[in-house]
């Protein structure tokens, strides 16, 4: 098998794994002297094949490592994506993934990107920092969590300095908070190994069982009514009963444990807010905290956790449905893990803010739809 192949195979391997990759999520590269051949943006690396690979040159990509980009972030993010597309080779169609840089900076040929249920449930947890180091010592670092793009760039680029000059070697861990990990290696069984450790090395000692139980379709009164005002605006609605749902629906307290995103990711497909009805509230209340809530963030809510009852999920269409539901009920699942590892770290507004406003983000996000 040659390089490409290998990087394809490893790619789904782990796109078509929902405890690694959910939805558009995660990226994959390969890389040699001269060449990077990084996924494409809003590829999905379940189905993703040698032509959804951007190749990329590595000097072009070297040269942007160091140059001096503006301070405004959007003019900055602006320029950054300019310079990257310079540096496609081929083809000129696709747009390669925003954490290219990033890949090239870690000095093995394989890169596998992904945002694992086990690994986010420690990164978006208290003890994230003291855990890593504990479980890992030197062998990983720890990457606060930085806004996506350039700036997160230049603090990898440091701290994968530093790492260099103490062990001679590039990392071939690195755990992002509130995001997930890169595992670097020259081969792709060495990065399956790495993958297999760092399950087991955060298994280690702790709880990491959910509860068990199907995904259930589901109508209350609530969701009806849901439905009906859905429907008059060209949007569709379903309603959902998950074993996790049911924990976290059972009041405001335990709603308040996922009523912020953990991750860009989950941002990206269930949107920064989400709406809690409480369980006696009748229609035309219903009515107007969706309204009162619309007016408020300017966009519709996509998860609506009704108390007591499940989750309420509304969106362009059946497919995004689905992959809102798989996208929150992952978040469900790494906020009760984090519970093994001090509990919830949820993003802060001012991380939250950049990401709402994030164009890179959006177009993502427009692929993956128009797919
Ligand atoms: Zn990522």
């Known amino acids: 098998m040659n390089h490409l192949e290998s990087l394809v195979q490893i790619s789904q391997y782990y796109g078509t794994n929902p405890a690694y990759v959910i939805a558009g999520g995660g990226n994959t590269s390969y890389k040699n002297s001269e060449k990077l051949y990084i996924k494409a943006s809003g590829i999905s690396l379940s189905t993703i094949d040698t032509d959804g690979f951007v190749v990329m040159s590595r000097q072009h990509l070297g040269e942007m490592e160091d140059k001096a980009y503006s301070d405004d972030p959007v003019s900055r993010e602006d320029e950054v994506k300019k310079d990257l597309k310079k540096a496609i ?17 870690i000095d093995y040929a394989y890169i596998v990107h992904t945002h694992p249920t086990n690994v ?57 908070q509130n995001h997930g990990i890169f595992v670097g290696a020259n081969t ?14 955060i298994r280690a000692n702790r709880d990491l069982h959910l509860p068990q139980g199907e995904i259930e379709k589901i109508s209350s009164e ?69 309204e009162e809530f619309e007016k408020k963030n300017t966009y519709y ?44 770290h949820f993003m802060t507004p001012e991380q939250i803010a950049f990401i709402d406003n994030w164009e890179v983000e959006n177009y993502r996000r427009s692929v993956a739809k128009a797919v």
């Open 89 to 105: 080779i081929s083809p000129e169609h696709l747009r390669p993934s925003v954490e290219t840089s990033l890949h090239n900076l």
């Open 120 to 176: 986010n449930a420690l990164m978006c947890s208290n003890d994230a920092a003291s855990e890593v180091e504990g479980r890992f010592g030197s062998e990983a670092i720890f990457v606060e969590y930085t806004d996506p793009g350039f700036i997160l760039f230049k603090k990898l680029q440091s701290q994968v300095k530093e790492y260099v000059e103490r062990n001679h070697e590039s990392p071939k861990l690195i755990f992002l």
């Open 188 to 201: 792709a069984r060495e990065i399956k190994a790495i993958y297999d450790s760092v399950e087991s090395r």
């Open 222 to 290: 609530a969701s009806i009514v849901i439905a009906d005002y859905c429907k008059e605006r060209g949007l569709v609605s379903s309603a959902f009963k998950t074993p996790l749902s049911e924990h976290f629906a059972v009041d405001r307290e335990h709603y308040e444990k996922i009523s912020k995103p953990f991750t860009p990711d989950i941002i990206v497909y269930c949107k920064s807010r989400y709406l809690f009805l409480e369980k006696e509230i009748g229609k035309d209340e219903i009515l107007n905290r969706i």
């Open 301 to 344: 809510p996509k998860v609506i956790v009704q108390e007591k009852v499940g989750l309420i999920l509304v969106e362009e269409n059946e497919r995004s449905i689905q992959t809102v539901l798989e996208v929150f009920n992952d978040m469900m699942k790494i906020s009760y893990l984090s519970e093994q590892f001090g509990g919830q």
